[in-house]
């Protein structure tokens, strides 16, 4: 296809400027012009310009070298054939950019940042999240950087431009040798970010304005004027604490990013691959007890509460997936029981104690409920894990299409209310009734629905008993309920209430996809693609008074439907990485202290495990079954209540049991 070249001839035609006054263009526009190709020098003139707009053309490369565009804030570059971003080398001022519908892979918005520290927005969307995970890589690399120099490098000279090249290289050599951690970065930016970091520590240090931290081989200076040097540095951050206080009061810091508390390691321990015949798994001619099964999801993991002490949990972990219901025993990794049921996909699952009589005594026993895509929901006795009672026709609402049950939680006091969240925008309470007689004989019955306005899938659900709320995350924002009971109505139609209020919470996108509550006052969340996890008080947010925000630091993945496990101020979640962001609270709520209004880093990130097993038959096939693949989803995290177990449900039908380590 023909295309023009933009040059400078071509700015003076489509503007009407003379070729002496495009100096004096601040706007740019030359969308949808058919350019092809850019001449290197096509902007040299245009030194005031603030605005450019290229989009809707065929550009496959762009250059801005030796061209003053130190003004320029704002690019609009959609629409093309672009493939790289580093172009924006040259432009370290620039606000806004607008890039979408390239081919351009996800880490080049992280390219962008890098190069631009003033951007604000990246095809309309904040850069807050990706600023704050690229400033804590890029603090892991400069430190890896630091100490290989002076390890392997302090003694080297650099004389000429090929030195500096060659040292460059050898560096940059070095520290990928040394297989940096990092996670939640790709491949290829990891080594974009080597590069160019290794090639800034050569340049600043050939040029004598980089300063390394005090070492036996770093030149002395008088006390006098070191003192003088730490004055002025202390000037220039309480400067710099003055004007980010002045230029975004409202929003949170990222200059001053803490650190969760400190958690002990953890070491795997187990993988258990017992979920079988996912619909998607049977397209693909898996079988039951196919070892190779990678397919079959399996997507939620609840511990079991200790019956005699609702504070603790037992050591078994009920997991739900393809058409099983499993209980594991995470100190040996044996499935202990497991229920099937033909033809249907369990999505979810909870836990409720109640008092049943046994020969003439009364004794606390636990409870399992679960459902999923065939809309029906089951109790199961998790002694025999056989199913004694269920509720549904399969479709009840049969203007969904594809209705089903997406999450469950038991009412913490009235241990036979279950709250369902469905796919057709509701929520059922349900009263399941006490069991009785050999036969666990009960009635389930329905009390109330709750409907989300606008209407949208429900996704999570969790209870909060001080204020008697219903809290629900949608696929359009975060509903909450007043449950009481003088709505029940026990003859006629039942009750729809409408949701009492509306969370306004401070993001823009609306689809959260997890809620956890972290004690009787706080709640953690997340929304698709925001990169952190939400931390706030539950309590403020159903009052409608002033929401403060904490922030903790997570995987910049788009992927829904990830899960957060929380357990006696541990937070934990997976990613689409294979990895679990752990993030110890503990402290925030001692003594009723606040959380800080800030970002934190995770305490510790328990990444996936290589397999590195033996080489007979049995053992390799082990190996390849634990290979992990690309991309490994953690759908769902939980945790023992005394912390020493953490339990991972994935998307390659594998429950994975953490332990820590002593």
């Known amino acids: 296809m023909s295309g023009i070249t933009l040059n400078e001839e071509f700015i003076v035609s489509i503007t009407g400027n003379k070729s002496s006054k495009l100096c004096q263009l601040q706007d740019l526009d030359v969308s949808s012009s058919r350019i092809k190709r850019v001449e290197s020098d096509s902007f040299k003139k245009l030194i005031n310009l603030k605005i450019l707009k290229l989009s809707n053309n065929l550009i496959k490369t762009l250059s801005f070298d030796n061209q003053d565009l130190s003004k320029l804030q704002s690019l609009d570059i959609s629409e093309n054939s672009l493939a790289s971003l580093e172009f924006l080398e040259q432009l370290p001022n620039l606000k806004e950019l607008q890039c979408d519908c390239n081919g351009l892979e996800a880490w080049q918005n992280y390219v962008a940042v890098f190069f631009c520290p003033n951007l604000m927005k990246i095809n309309d969307k904040p850069t807050l999240k990706l600023a704050t995970t690229l400033k804590a890589w890029k603090e892991q690399c400069s430190n890896l950087i630091t100490s290989t120099w002076e390890k392997e490098f302090s003694n080297s000279e650099m004389k000429t431009e090929d030195d500096i090249k060659k040292i460059t290289v050898d560096l940059t050599s070095s520290v990928r040798a040394k297989k940096l951690a990092l996670p939640g970065i790709s491949a290829k930016f990891k080594e974009f970010l080597l590069k160019n970091l290794c090639k800034e520590w050569t340049q600043n240090l050939s040029s004598g304005d980089f300063r390394t931290k005090k070492t036996s081989q770093t030149t002395t200076q008088s006390r006098e004027d070191g003192d003088r040097e730490e004055k002025m540095e202390e000037e220039v951050e309480e400067e710099d604490e003055d004007s980010a206080k002045e230029d975004d009061s409202d929003n949170l810091s990222t200059n001053d990013d803490g650190v969760c508390e400190p958690l002990e390691d953890y070491a795997p321990v187990f993988f258990i691959r017992s979920h079988f015949c996912d619909k998607k798994a049977i397209k693909y001619k898996h079988v039951d007890n196919d070892p190779t099964d990678e397919i079959t999801n399996v997507w939620q993991c609840v511990v079991e509460p200790n019956p005699q002490n609702p504070a603790e949990t037992t050591g078994i972990v009920a997991t739900c997936g393809g058409d099983c219901v499993c209980l594991i025993d995470c100190s040996t990794g044996l499935v202990i029981k497991r229920f099937k049921q033909a033809k249907e996909q369990f999505y979810c699952l909870a836990w409720t104690t109640l008092m049943l009589e046994n020969e003439g005594t009364q004794r606390k026993t636990n409870i399992l409920a679960v459902s999923g895509f065939n809309g029906r929901l089951k109790l199961l006795h ?61 009635e389930i019955r329905q009390l109330l629905v709750f409907v989300t306005k606008p209407s949208s899938p429900v996704i999570n659900l969790v209870y909060h008993e001080s204020s008697s709320h219903l809290v629900a995350g949608t696929k359009k924002g975060c509903f909450a309920w007043k449950v009481e009971e003088k709505l029940i109505k026990t003859k006629g139609s039942l009750k729809r209430c409408e949701p009492s209020l509306e969370l306004q919470l401070p993001w823009e996108q609306k689809f959260v996809d997890s809620l956890v509550l972290l004690n009787e006052n706080y709640v953690a969340c997340k929304c698709v693609g925001n990169g952190c996890i939400f931390v ?31 357990s006696n101020g541990i937070v934990a979640c997976g990613d689409s990485n294979g990895d679990i962001w752990l993030y110890n609270l503990q402290s925030w709520f001692a003594a009723g202290c606040k959380p800080a209004r800030q970002m934190f880093h995770p305490s510790r990130i328990l990444a996936w495990p290589k397999c590195l097993l033996g080489s007979t038959k049995e053992e390799q096939r082990m190996t390849d079954v634990l290979d992990k693949p690309e991309p490994l989803v953690v759908n769902d995290v939980s945790i023992t209540w005394d912390g020493n177990y953490i339990i991972g449900a994935t998307d390659c039908n594998l429950v994975c049991v953490w332990k820590k380590l002593a």
């Open 382 to 442: 998790p002694a025999q894990l056989v199913c004694y009672a269920e509720h549904g026709n399969g479709r009840p609402n049969r203007a969904v299409e594809d209705f089903y049950y997406s999450c469950l939680v038991f009412h913490p006091d009235r241990k036979t209310w279950l709250f369902c969240g469905s796919s057709d925008s509701t929520i059922t309470l349900f009263d399941i009734g006490i069991p009785s007689g050999v036969l666990y004989a009960t």
């Open 536 to 566: 706030f008080n539950l309590t403020d947010a159903l009052q409608r008074m002033n929401i403060e925000m904490s922030l903790l630091l997570w995987s910049q993945t788009d992927t829904d439907f990830i899960n957060l496990g929380a």
